[in-house]
Nanobody, 114 residues
């Protein structure tokens, strides 16, 4: 099983990004896909979740209205788009696939700075 995140980097405030999470050895079609983040000195927190059946999505209040989480089952990839990035969005973002098992990626750094 492998999970690899990408798409992080340095972004200016107000900018946008799309994070990708490619899975192998399991299928996102049968797993819940979630994004978490952890800022320096803070606990890891849930950002967004999409159910295995696409029917349900959850967004944390701090990204609600400016974020979209979705999956491409054909590519076995989970995505997170965030618009209007803020300084406080700076964190390491982690992908998680959970269902029969629980898999985590290694994280991708997102830095919002002018």
């Amino acid at each position: 099983v492998h999970i690899v995140e990408s798409g992080g980097g340095l972004v200016q405030p107000g900018g946008s990004l799309r994070l990708s999470c490619v899975g192998s050895g399991f299928s996102f079609s049968t797993y819940v896909g979630s994004w978490y983040r952890q800022a320096p000195g803070k606990e890891r927190e849930l950002v967004a979740t999409v159910s295995s059946t696409f029917d349900n999505r959850y967004y944390a209040d701090f990204v609600k209205g400016r974020s979209t989480v979705y999956k491409d089952n054909a590519k076995n990839t989970l995505y997170l788009e965030i618009d209007n990035l803020r300084l406080e969005d700076t964190a390491v973002y982690y992908c998680r696939a959970h269902g029969d098992h629980d898999f985590w990626g290694q994280g991708t750094q997102v830095t919002v700075s002018s």
